[in-house]
């Protein structure tokens, strides 16, 4: 009779270790556990970092379609720098090129 209950006391503590290890196992390596927490965390911290980039690119943007309103607008400055980055000159006029 004493052999039966060491057998099932044995098999009771072999069950509770199996599952403190499954869940253990799982909390830290599972889909919801620590390891996947740190890699989102890390992940947003990267997504931060490239929104406030992109938020620093827009207001760039934003200030150079500002400039071109009708209001800043200068016609002689944009037809010189029109023609100064695509390269182009009228027939008149003439061309100094410098090394």
Partial sequence: ???KGVVRECLVLLL???GTAYFSYH???GRHGLEAR???TSEFSNAEIKLRGLE???SHLERDIALLQDDNL???LLDQQARSV???AQ???LIVLQR
């Fill in 27 to 29: 909390a830290f390596a």
């Fill in 86 to 88: 695509l390269g182009f």
């Fill in 38 to 40: 740190w890699r989102l």
């Fill in 74 to 76: 200068d016609p002689d």
């Fill in 16 to 18: 509770c270790a199996a």
């Fill in 56 to 58: 620093i690119a827009r």
């Fill in 91 to 93: 027939a008149e006029e």
């Fill in 1 to 3: 009779m004493a052999r």
